[in-house]
């Protein structure tokens, strides 16, 4: 089983920037894909952005495209999400997730159900 926490929300401004972090333990985090999802209020949760095993292959969600980075550190067993030029509309809980054990499970995936192991979230809350 391997257990995630986020890490670095909070409320900031628009324009401003933060970084996320998840902290993995218990299990096999290194040969997996990471995923960040989002949910914001009174919508369904989103795919936000995802990494490959190595950080070799990244994927994003076109409305984050550009502007946030994923990135993963295995030897720390942290994968984090440097968000910039933040917006009203990027407030949202903000998840991880590893992937399961299934398929090509070392890439990145887009679809939640491609993940077995989620984090409880972490608050960004982004004020005009």
């Known amino acids: 089983q391997v257990q995630l926490v986020e890490f670095g929300g909070g409320l900031v401004q628009a324009g401003d920037s933060l970084t996320l972090s998840c902290e993995a333990s218990g299990g096999m985090f290194a040969d997996f894909g990471v995923g960040w999802f989002r949910q914001g209020p009174g919508k369904d949760r989103e795919f936000v952005a995802a990494?490959?095993?190595?950080?070799?292959?990244?994927d994003y969600a076109d409305s984050v495209r550009g502007r946030f980075t994923i990135s993963r550190d295995n030897a720390k067993s942290t994968v984090y999400l440097q968000m910039n030029s933040l917006k009203n509309e990027d407030t949202a809980v903000y998840f991880c997730?590893?992937?399961?054990?299934?398929?090509?499970?070392?890439?990145?995936?887009?679809?939640?159900?491609?993940?077995?192991?989620w984090g409880q979230g972490t608050q960004v809350t982004v004020s005009s």
């Open positions: 990494v490959s095993w190595n950080g070799g292959a990244t």
């Open positions: 997730a590893v992937r399961s054990g299934t398929g090509t499970f070392w890439e990145p995936a887009t679809r939640s159900d491609r993940y077995a192991y």
